[in-house]
């Protein structure tokens, strides 16, 4: 994976049988991120996305094979999904200090799927700057 920050990235694996709780809390704390989805195939690379919010990313088990959804934007009108078919490695890039910066789904027949944000943070950092409630007062 590449990044666009000379801050220093580590890659982590997330094991298949962790997708599912990790692609929960990875939508739980980005929803509303602004992110660019990019496609690396055979006809090279493919922008799908850009910046447009990020709605969520679910991994489904579907009759013996398995699929990772990808959702953008602002209304049910402006949703765009796109579908990583039979995925066979997922990989989070994250900073030295924890922020993720961009999520790689590789698929064994349709090339590798590059999910960046727009900016990287912690998502504590950004309480009350994206879509939603903000922070709950006592």
């Known amino acids: 994976m590449t990044s666009n920050t000379d801050t220093e990235m580590v890659t982590r694996e997330i094991p298949p049988g962790e997708w599912k709780d990790f ?4 939508t739980r704390r980005h929803e509303g991120w602004l992110v660019t989805v ?24 579907k009759k013996g094979s ?8 602002d209304t049910p009108d402006e949703t765009f999904t796109h579908v990583v078919a039979h995925p066979s490695s ?10 993720e910066s961009a999520l790689e789904i590789r698929s064994k027949d349709e090339g590798t ?13 950004v309480d009350g700057v994206g879509p939603g409630p903000g922070p709950v007062s006592a």
């Open 23 to 26: 692609f929960d809390e990875f």
């Open 38 to 61: 990019e496609i690396f195939g055979e006809m090279g690379a493919q922008v799908e996305a850009e910046e447009r919010p990020l709605k969520g990313i679910f991994a489904e088990r």
């Open 66 to 73: 398995s699929e990772i959804e990808i959702l953008t934007g």
């Open 90 to 99: 997922v990989r989070v890039e994250e900073t030295s200090e924890g922020a």
């Open 113 to 125: 799927t590059l999910v960046r944000f727009r900016a990287t943070a912690l998502p504590e950092t």
